[in-house]
């Protein structure tokens, strides 16, 4: 069975330019998360949909994130413009919601942004 | 406050012995589901072990169980026979049912000795 897809697997792109990071997740599943991973501030939740509609952007950084998921097989999380400190891993990650909580996530390999 | 606390940032075992991992969690939903994960150097991050919060025994999967005490509001990781593949970074974390998030503690590092 495949997994949750991201691509690509690693980008290195320079301040200011746009940054699309995409994210396939395991068919069936109707909860999609994306997270960010740095060294100094650890796991971070950005947003989070359920049954494609966002539910929690709390953690998005700025305005220059933007994330969508127009279907129940494919999201993206965009970045424009993009900035040094947005260096990062980015994983995305898919789950069941239903009333079985042990329906667990499922990651992703993680994009690994740096931005020169 | 934090929903998930791990309090170890780093641990070495020596390499056949058995290892705790902390993890202390806050909730007040009656229903919840408590994970761990596994991310080696590699970067993935692995599903090990749940345990629910009504399971009236602990988890085990393996090498891995959960020494889940329900009182104490601990969900602690207990890695048996310890392999040098066991180095990585683990991470709690919990999902309440009223929510679909789900929260994760800062990770322990755990080194294996050979």
């Known amino acids: 069975d495949a997994g949750v897809i991201q691509s690509p697997r690693h980008e290195v792109t320079e301040m200011g330019q746009e940054v699309t990071l995409r994210c396939k997740p395991i068919s069936g599943h109707n909860s999609l998360f994306w997270y960010r991973q740095t060294m100094m501030r650890g796991l971070e939740l950005l947003i989070y949909f359920n049954n494609n509609v966002p539910i929690d952007d709390s953690g998005m950084p700025e305005d220059r994130f933007s994330a969508k998921m127009p279907n129940a097989s494919f999201s993206t999380l965009k970045i424009q413009p993009s900035e040094p400190r947005d260096s990062a891993v980015y994983f995305c990650?898919?789950?069941?919601?239903?009333?079985?909580?042990?329906?667990?996530?499922?990651f992703g390999p993680g994009t690994r942004l740096l931005v020169l | 406050a934090q929903k998930i606390t791990q309090t170890q940032p780093g641990m070495f075992v020596q390499e056949k012995e058995a290892v705790t991992l902390d993890c202390t969690y806050d909730t007040s939903d009656p229903s919840y589901g408590l994970f761990w994960y596994k991310q080696p150097s590699s970067g993935e991050m692995i599903f090990l072990i749940y345990q629910g919060s009504y399971d009236q025994q602990n988890a085990t999967e393996g090498r891995y169980s959960l020494n889940f005490q329900k009182a104490r509001k601990s969900a602690n990781l207990v890695i048996s026979a310890s392999q040098l593949g066991d180095s990585a970074m683990y991470f709690c974390?919990?999902?309440?049912?009223?929510?679909?998030?789900?929260?994760f503690g800062t990770g322990t590092s755990l080194t294996v000795i050979p």
């Open positions: 990650a898919s789950s069941y919601r239903g009333p079985i909580l042990q329906e667990t996530q499922y």
């Open positions: 974390a919990m999902r309440e049912l009223t929510g679909n998030q789900f929260y």
